[in-house]
């Protein structure tokens, strides 16, 4: 059993938490540090936690096994040092990092370290995502031409001055930041590197300074071409669809996957649901005990800021913007 600590417990870490305590063999929750003490301790009564204000002292605490990092985005390289630094493996919600520069410290002190870090993209060890790879790995679409997502959801109708996600500062590239990310790493995952985006971004409804409206064009170092869309104001929706020369798949929800080869029929799967939170945290666990490694690499990670970073450029300045290596 690898005990974890928690930084930060608003909404997603609270998720983190509820995920997998009470719930694993393999991991759990024991400390949390928070800004406000007051605000968590019933939560973390209920949850067993030990509440600390003091990052550092979780960084030094032996009973520890890890960190998982559920905090405001522009704040996570600089605690992912931390951590490499004390020598602490550490889980880091997505976006690792708003820009590369930052991204590029924080890997270069965990590669120093020799710490493990581990990136939060959840949607990995979605069966539908497998079964895609699965597809793509063995043939069956042929030639890859094009991917396709929409990742969109009314969270940004939440929105408030005050509100950490509603100052442009951190969210760069409005749902891109905070959903997309998780649609940018399964391109990276499905498709490869990207080398160009070419993005749109509109403030239509928020009344905050954030784009509620963000639409992309990647083209990738194979020659596949990619589009993507996201909102932050409207009913929730997931879709992810690949087309080859030999037919095309498509995921609609999580658990729901049509396929179609050649000028068949299309074929549906239905998996049944699964908590990713729980398969991220304990593939966290396992990669800590020395088992099997963690699913996304570095190179991935790096290659996901960059594009966030790159989307973020394009969309201010509507041009065609080059994606860093």
Known sequence: MKNLAIVGLGFWGKNLVGAIQG?????????????????????????QLRLTTDYAEVLAAPDIDGIVLA???????????????????????KPFALDRASADRAIAAARECRT????????????AVREIRTRIQSGALGELLHIAGNFSSNYGL?????????????????????????????????????????????????TVDVDDNITMLLDFVNGMTGTFTTLITTSPIWRLSVFGTKGWVEMIGENRLLMCEGNGPVHEIVYPPVNTERLELEAF??????????????????????????IAESARSHQVVAIAP
Do not use: C
Request: aromatic share 6%; no cysteine.
């Open 23 to 47: 719930a694993s063999d393999d991991v759990r929750f024991t400390a949390g540090v928070v800004r406000r003490p007051d605000a968590s301790r019933s939560f973390a009564e209920r949850r």
């Open 71 to 93: 905090t405001p985005d522009s704040a996570h390289p600089d605690q992912v040092i931390a951590a490499a630094r004390a020598g602490k493996p550490v889980l880091v919600e």
């Open 116 to 127: 493990l870090v581990a990136f939060a993209h959840n949607r990995r060890f979605l069966p």
């Open 158 to 206: 939440r929105f408030q001055e005050g509100m950490w996600r509603a100052n442009r500062a951190e969210t760069v590239a409005g749902g891109m930041t905070g959903m997309g990310i998780h649609q940018i790493d399964l391109m990276i995952h499905l498709a490869g590197r990207a080398k160009s985006v070419h993005a749109k971004g509109l403030r239509q409804v928020l």
């Open 285 to 310: 666990a396992q990669a800590i005990g020395g088992g099997a490694s963690y699913p996304v690499t570095f190179e991935e990670a790096l290659h996901g800021v960059s594009i966030l970073e790159s």
